[in-house]
Nanobody, 114 residues
Framework: QVQLVESGGGSVQAGGSLRLSCAASGNNFRFNAMAWYRQAPGNQREWVAHITSTGTTNYADSVKGRFTISRDNAKNTVYLQMNSLKPEDTAVYYC????????WGQGTQVTVSS
């Protein structure tokens, strides 16, 4: 089994920053392309950011210029640096692999107050 553990969420004021981490483990895990997603209550899960095995990145328009995805291959960990946070960024944030999807982790809650 592959485990995905998200961490680093919290409650911040608008304009603040958070750095999320996603640690992957398990003997079936292959550290290829990874992505971040988020889901607010009552909404569908939406894609946020993506990073390939070689470091190429792309972002949803809603977070472009504010969020940065990165990875540490030696640690099997993917990060999401979130700056200039807005209340509409409030959601549970999840990571997963691309194109293969593993079992979703618990996610980490990000709450941005105005």
């Amino acid at each position: 089994q592959v485990q995905l553990v998200e961490s680093g969420g919290g409650s911040v004021q608008a304009g603040g920053s958070l750095r999320l981490s996603c640690a992957a483990s398990g003997n079936n895990f292959r550290f290829n392309a990874m992505a971040w997603y988020r889901q607010a209550p009552g909404n569908q899960r939406e894609w946020v950011a993506h990073i390939t095995s070689t470091g190429t990145t792309n972002y949803a328009d809603s977070v472009k210029g504010r969020f940065t995805i990165s990875r540490d291959n030696a640690k099997n960990t993917v990060y999401l640096q979130m700056n200039s946070l807005k209340p509409e960024d409030t959601a549970v944030y999840y990571c997963n692999a691309v194109p293969r999807t593993y079992v979703w982790g618990q996610g980490t809650q990000v709450t941005v107050s105005s």
